[in-house]
């Protein structure tokens, strides 16, 4: 019940961020932030699936689904770097792009940690608590490389599909010869450090209030 009411508190914030872009663009009649709908709805992926198998434990659908999970959750913080896009000079004032724009990557936030929650419990009571561990630091880390792909690379989790020899390609190159490439370990290690202790916050909120998800 109390997993329940944090999940619609979270859809709350998601309608709350969805009405400001739409009130920016009816008042505008520009459509620039709509893409925001658009990362919003990616991040909302992977927690659809974590709160699916958490709803209805399935062993063969959990080692089919968890893959796709991994691959969609960067797509959650991701919608942080979307702060580059603040810029002065446009219709809206500052305060309320600044706002919109907030509103989301909270949002974002919010979904990726209920959703790598909900696995850490999954793979605990299939796996073990270590095990559960040592998933959830790899999703963090990863997340944080993700973000590296998406804003610099400009990939996304659909080109795993449409053209993953490329995409493949970029990411053994930067494995092989990291030395070459400090922005991208430097993203990779500052954003997944960023995450790792959010999400100790975060379990540590949860387990003081007693709240299992």
Request: proline share 4%; with cysteine; aromatic share 20%.
């Amino acid at each position: 019940m109390k997993s329940r009411k944090l999940k619609n508190l979270i859809a709350l914030l998601c309608g709350y961020a969805i009405l400001l872009v739409l009130f920016r663009v009816k008042y505008t009649q520009n459509m620039f932030y709509l893409f925001l709908v658009w990362n919003l709805f990616l991040a909302i992926i992977p927690f659809g699936i974590s709160t699916f198998l958490l709803e209805y434990p399935n062993k063969i659908l959990s080692y089919l689904l968890f893959p796709v999970w991994l691959i969609f959750l960067p797509n959650a913080p991701y919608i942080i770097t979307d702060l580059f896009h603040l810029k002065q000079g446009t219709s809206m004032p500052m305060w309320f792009d600044l706002l919109l724009i907030l509103s989301f990557a909270i949002s974002g936030m919010l979904l990726f940690f209920v959703s790598l929650n909900d696995m850490f419990i999954l793979i605990k009571n299939q796996f073990s608590t270590n095990f559960a561990h040592f998933i959830s630091v790899f999703a963090l880390f990863l997340s944080g490389f993700g973000i590296y792909l998406g804003r610099y690379l400009r990939w996304n989790s659909w080109d795993l599909i449409h053209k993953p020899k490329v995409l493949i390609n970029d990411i053994t190159i930067r494995i092989l010869h990291p030395m070459q490439y400090p922005k991208t370990w430097g993203i990779t290690l500052g954003f997944g450090f960023l995450f790792w202790i959010g999400f100790l916050i975060f379990r540590e909120f949860l387990e003081k209030r007693e709240v299992k998800l």
